[in-house]
């Protein structure tokens, strides 16, 4: 699968994509991220990306000639990819689409958005391409949103500086659902909103007694079933103490 990640800030993914699942599964060939700078689809001397919204207002809005001119160069001239500059292809890894998935899907990253979730995720791991729009400022042009974008998603109820940390956070809940990024192939499956409405059930490790606080009697016994009927329990326990809107 390739990420396409189209920014204004490209050194901001060189923390993010260095740790975890995502880079060791970039150096397995299981994923490709490509990294594009927007200002090298502007035009100006200033290298301009944003202007004073229609109508007024504080703030200003990202432009969406230079994103449209971005997009069409990444998506539809086939060998973007192979060809990209250094200044456009901070690449890691080769990618490897499985020859079930579905093509490309564009998608902004906004605080307008529909909420992404785990379902959402699991949708967008089936494309073969990612490109993901980053906003910033005040937001982006709404024809962008409107003729441009398949979808617009917003990670939660809150506004953040840019679309860039947002990114990220997608790159990863999609990535590990990619078969073969994850060590073991239950990892994804038994977990928070893999069971639609549920959390994950409450979690121990070694020592079984800490500071007097210990490990429930059913989780050392051995009884497979047992356990497995605890951990479905204590799952809409902890479901209804953290989040019970899921089980609404």
Known sequence: MIFHILTIFPDFFEGPFRH???PRAAEDGLLKIQIYDLRDWTTDRHRTVDDRPFGGGEGMLMKAEPIFKAVDSIL?????CETASPTLGQEVG??????????????????Q??????AAARRLAAYEELLLICGRYEGVDERVAEHLADEELSVGDFVMS???????MVVDSV????PG??????SAVRESFSEPGLLDCPQYTRPADFRGWK??????NGNHAEIRKWREAAARQKTARNRPDLLQ
């Open 113 to 118: 958005g529909r909420p992404f979730d785990q």
């Open 181 to 186: 990024v994850l060590g073991h192939p239950d």
């Open 94 to 111: 080769q990618a490897v689409s499985p020859a079930h998935a579905q093509v490309k899907r564009i998608v902004l990253l906004s605080a």
């Open 162 to 168: 840019g679309g860039e940390l947002a990114a990220a």
């Open 215 to 220: 490990v429930p009697d059913v989780l050392l």
């Open 76 to 80: 539809e001239d086939p060998r973007a």
């Open 175 to 178: 990535a590990r659902l990619i």
């Open 20 to 22: 975890g699942v995502v």
